[in-house]
């Protein structure tokens, strides 16, 4: 679960510090960078499994060729960024299995990861490219987690989110020698690895595979689950062959293997009917003769339909239905959108499963309430009006040296607000008047003025009752 990500130099992230709760919404119009937000996240996933470079092409709008990697970098008229620079606060998993099947335990379960990479510009024959510049990965003391993590939580999920403890961090800068990273064990017996960074083509925390540094290998398991869901017609229809995998995919693939798995289709059923009154029953048919999985939907009426005869809409809340029931599929969820494909009338419908399949901060952690967290962009009031405001963060744009910069501010009166003021950081509280002027923004779900009216008055309403 990540709980803060600080980034400065990367896109339109000049400096920018962003607190997550279980849901968290960033909010605003187009192109004042809530997707790259979700690229940092998904950068630091990248550099947790693959090469530098490699992670780097992955990022969107970035192409396949390395002559846009300086696009990475912040860049204004005057100034272009040599350095970015990432620093994520995370729980993670008590327990960790490596590459080998094998299981161990984290010496401490909420963990600071930072990392920064300097841009090489071209030279000669060099293209340019991108070199590891400093990593550590440390951690968060007990005594000061609750006043880090910020939100409201129980008793009981604290003491099951935050285990262990620890007196020297995992991977640190050497003082003493310019361009290494040391590794410690976690047990303090053992001398510390010393490794030059120099020519790394890739992260330290990459190269952990095995229980030997648990905690490490927590933290990089912990940034490998991250996902950004973008789901896809063609994929949510495909049925599986028997061979599949049976966890559904970032596209939206398996989900009749994940269902088969998952043996939940009441429980779905349940979720769908919310959207569509009329569904009875979602199931998987399997050919034995062909080795297919099939998902079908029944209605009360007795009539069946395929996954590919359904709407986008129908089979996106599907899709999220399923994953909201595996316990398997934790970590950080991004979404854009998630309004797409949905009926105005049913965005209710949707804000809610959303809600529904993050952790409950009333209950301890478990395979019925698994540490997962979801984060969504948007710029429909629709969305906006159904979210608390302590589930919102509003994503602005601030103009600099003939650049657009982008903004993370939370609302007055909650607790990013705090957080924020504690920080000492140069970004505000925005006022509830900053949401009516963006809810003011032309919407082609409210064609009319009476219709942004209610929009607006139903949000006071609900922005006065969260605060009373």
């Not at 029953?281 to 069946?304: A, C, M, P, W």
């Not at 494909?341 to 965005?347: D, L, M, N, S």
């Amino acid at each position: 679960m990540l709980t803060r990500l600080r980034v400065k130099g990367f896109k339109s992230l000049e400096d920018v510090e962003v607190r997550f709760g279980p849901l968290t919404c960033i909010a605003g119009v187009n192109g004042v960078g809530k997707s790259n937000l979700f690229d940092a996240i998904l950068f630091l996933k990248y550099l947790a499994d693959a090469p530098i470079i490699e992670a780097a092409t992955q990022i969107r709008n970035s192409g396949r060729q390395r002559v846009n990697i300086s696009s990475l970098f912040t860049k204004t008229a005057t100034h272009q960024a040599e350095l970015m620079e990432f620093e994520a606060d995370f729980l993670v998993d008590k327990t960790v299995v490596d590459d080998f099947g094998r299981e161990a335990k984290a010496k401490v379960t909420y963990l600071r990861y930072k990392l920064a990479l300097k841009y090489i510009p071209a030279s000669g024959t060099s293209p340019e490219g991108i070199e590891l510049a400093s990593e550590s990965l440390g951690f968060i003391q007990k005594g000061e987690a609750r006043r880090e993590l910020g939100f409201e939580m129980s008793k009981d999920f604290f003491n099951s989110a935050y285990y262990g403890t620890s007196k020297n961090d995992f991977i640190y800068m050497d003082d003493n020698a310019v361009g290494v990273v040391k590794i410690r064990q976690d047990q303090t017996a053992g001398q510390p690895i010393s490794i030059p960074i120099a020519k790394a083509g890739r992260t330290v925390l990459s190269n952990i595979n095995t229980i030997d540094r648990p905690t490490a290998l927590a933290a990089r398991r912990e940034m490998q689950s991250w996902v950004l869901l973008q789901l896809e017609s063609s994929s949510l229809r495909k049925p599986d062959d028997f061979s599949a995998a049976s966890t559904v995919s970032a596209a939206g693939e398996h989900l009749p293997a994940a269902l088969d798995r998952l043996k939940k289709n009441e429980e779905i059923a349940s979720q769908l009917s919310n959207l569509l009154p009329d569904v009875a029953n979602v199931f998987v048919d399997i050919d034995e003769k062909r080795q297919l999985k099939t998902l079908l939907l029944e209605t009360t009426s007795g009539i069946r339909h395929e996954a590919r005869s359904l709407s986008d809409g129908t089979l996106r809340f599907l899709a999220l239905s399923i994953i909201g029931a595996d316990p398997a599929f934790g970590g950080v969820i991004c979404l854009e959108e998630p309004e797409n494909g949905i009926h105005p009338a049913r965005i209710p419908a949707i804000v809610e499963l959303l809600r529904q399949m993050v952790v409950d901060l009333d209950s301890q952690i478990s395979p019925d309430n698994p540490l997962r967290q979801i984060i969504i962009n948007t710029h429909s009031p629709l969305v906006i009006q159904r979210l608390q405001t302590e589930e919102v963060i509003v994503s602005q744009v601030s103009r600099r040296d003939g650049a657009s910069l982008s903004t993370f501010s939370p609302l007055i009166g909650t607790w990013r607000e705090k957080m924020t003021n504690e920080s000492g950081g140069n970004v505000h509280a925005v006022a509830f008047g900053a949401l009516l002027a963006y809810l003011a923004e032309d919407d082609p779900n409210e064609k009319t003025v009476i219709g942004k009216a209610n929009v607006m008055q139903e949000f006071r309403h609900q922005f006065d009752l969260q605060l009373n």
